[in-house]
């Protein structure tokens, strides 16, 4: 079992700067990658960012140069860091960390950018 939790979510102006968090427990071990996906209103979910094990990342090109995915393993949690924030950026953000055959998700949340 694993459960993340987001937070750090807010409104902020466009220009603006959030960092989100995600709290990872449980069987965090067995967890080889954690991705921030976005979730806007009437859109589908769609991958942000993701970071492996060993520090490796990928991002959207929407969002490659404005946002920074980084972990802390001692803490057992893993950061959005969001500069340049723009309304297009509005959404619930959520964590996700695959264990096998299972996906785990966050509850999400809440950014809104304002133009």
């Known amino acids: 079992q694993v459960q993340l939790v987001e937070s750090g979510g807010g409104l902020v102006q466009a220009g603006g700067s959030l960092r989100l968090s995600c709290a990872v427990s449980?069987?965090?071990?067995?967890?080889?990658?954690i991705g921030w996906y976005r979730q806007a209103p009437g859109k589908q979910r769609e991958f942000v960012a993701r970071i492996t094990r060993d520090g490796s990342t990928n991002y959207a090109d929407s969002v490659k140069g404005r946002f920074t995915i980084s972990r802390d393993n001692a803490k057992n949690a893993v950061y959005l860091q969001m500069y340049s924030l723009k309304p297009e950026d509005t959404a619930i953000y959520y964590c996700n960390g695959p264990v096998g055959p299972y996906d785990y998700w966050g509850q999400g949340t809440q950014v809104t950018v304002s133009s």
């Open positions: 449980g069987s965090t071990f067995s967890i080889t990658r």
